[in-house]
């Protein structure tokens, strides 16, 4: 669920390549003097950091969940 | 004698004062926050794209004589910015560009060479004293000039006026001055590129 959720949240964030962002930046050209603004818009880009993060976790999660279980089965025989 | 010596002490003085006869003032804080500085660097995963809004300062200038350039612009340091906000503490802190510290970027005008005319636009390479981080080096810079006479008030309502655009690229190394040199350079590039977009306000009076 962990690993769906973070990849789920990855591909919805536009799939960043890079680091996570909490901004992005849009060009914006001013009429008069024709100069290109870089514009930074509050957007959060989930990067590979955090989607690294979420499928580790979401590994040891399951790694505990097998050993839980197995000491689950055995108390039951 | 006498009448010699203020003869000549009042034709040194028409002198200076024609050399600044057509030179206006502009100033570049910008009202509506456009003037701009942008930075950018390789890094291992994606290159560091940021920017600089806190841009101010004052240059002369002369349509007619494109040479006699003067002045200084200043960057906020404070002001620069990037989309990671982890980044941002890093490239802030005492490690990288200290700006708690080191408050200003600057470059002062001292020389301009190599004027050419293309249209409306000028293009010229200006030498002057650029310092970061503590550091003063000179450097000359390619730049393009635009003088457009009479367009302020379609920037500033009501306010008449001439601006000035300048706009410029250039590359710097961060160990020249003294940010981070112990940084290895496949992490952080050494090589900064530089573009200054920028115009100045010479309001009529």
């Known amino acids: ?77 | 004698m006498n009448k010699q010596l203020i003869l000549s002490i009042a034709a040194s003085f028409a002198f200076a004062g024609s050399a600044f006869a057509g030179s206006q003032a502009f100033d570049f804080k910008d009202p509506k926050g456009v003037n701009n500085a942008v930075f950018k660097l390789d890094a291992p995963l994606e290159a560091i794209n940021g920017t600089a809004h806190g841009i101010s300062g004052t240059v002369n200038y002369d349509p007619e004589k494109p040479e006699s350039l003067a002045g200084k612009i200043v960057v906020d340091a404070k002001s620069l910015t990037v989309p990671n906000p982890t980044m941002l503490g890093h490239m802030q802190g005492a490690q990288w560009l200290d700006v708690e510290q080191f408050k200003e970027i600057t470059f002062e005008a001292t020389k301009v060479g190599k004027v050419k005319h293309e249209g409306a636009n000028v293009t010229a390479d200006v030498t002057g004293k650029f310092t970061l981080h503590g550091v003063t080096k000179e450097i000359t810079v390619p730049v393009k000039l635009s003088y457009l006479k009479d367009k302020l008030s379609q920037r500033v309502p009501n306010m008449p006026g001439d601006l000035l655009v300048i706009r410029a690229k250039f590359n710097i190394k961060r160990t020249d001055y003294g940010i981070n040199p112990g940084a290895p350079t496949d992490k952080v590039s050494d090589e900064i590129e530089l573009t200054l977009s920028l115009a100045g306000a010479s309001p009529k009076k």
């Open chain 1, 1 to 77: 669920m962990l690993a769906l959720a973070t990849l789920g949240a990855w591909l919805a964030t536009g799939a960043h390549s890079g680091w996570t962002k909490t901004s992005v930046t849009v060009v914006e050209v001013d009429a008069v003097t024709g100069l290109e603004n870089p514009v930074q818009q509050k957007k959060f880009v989930m990067g590979v950091e955090l989607l690294g993060v979420g499928l580790i976790g979401a590994a040891v999660l399951a790694g505990a969940s097998f050993l839980f279980k197995t000491t689950k089965t055995n108390n039951q025989q």
